[in-house]
């Protein structure tokens, strides 16, 4: 009787990961392509897509930026979610993150010159249309920081 419970929930958990592969879902409900949603969030920006891929044992993570002045910027980096540090490329001073899993969710600390900065959390809404992302800190004139930032999935 045992064996058979046993051959059950492995065909169930193949069912399962099949039913993802075939609809392209991923595991981490962030990854994909979010784009700003500039009217629920506050920002100064002109637009933002973030495009998040999941790699073993971390993330992936695209950024590309137009600012208020229209100044387009692009960043990458590659992390794993061992809260270790991990440079971003493409930013104007060193910087870095160090990211971590939060449940289905995930957070990172970065810090620029070595100093920390910020605290970022991503969280997707249970629909899996709406990533939110709440930022605290300090900017690079030492003023505190505290953004909610809206994106779509694409």
Excluded at 21 to 47: E, F, H, M, V, Y
Excluded at 101 to 118: A, I, L, P, Q, S
Excluded at 131 to 152: H, M, N
């Amino acid at each position: 009787m045992p064996g058979r419970v046993v051959s059950v929930l492995v065909v169930a958990l193949f069912v399962a990961a099949a039913g993802l592969l075939a609809t392209g879902q991923s595991a981490d409900p962030w990854a994909g392509t979010w784009r700003l949603n500039i009217a629920k969030s506050k920002s100064n920006l002109r637009s933002q897509t973030v495009r998040l891929e999941a790699v073993a044992n971390g993330i992936r993570t695209f950024i590309d930026i137009v600012d208020g002045q229209g100044k387009a910027t692009h960043n990458e980096i590659i992390a794993t979610l061992d809260g270790k540090e991990y440079e971003m490329k493409g930013m104007a001073m060193p910087t870095t993150r160090a990211y971590k899993r939060v449940g289905r969710d995930y957070e990172f600390v970065t810090r620029v010159n070595g100093k920390v900065t910020t605290t970022s959390r991503g969280a997707v809404n249970p629909d899996g249309k709406t990533l939110t992302f709440t930022t605290t800190g300090t900017d690079s004139q030492g003023q505190p920081v505290k953004t909610v930032t809206i994106f779509e999935k694409q």
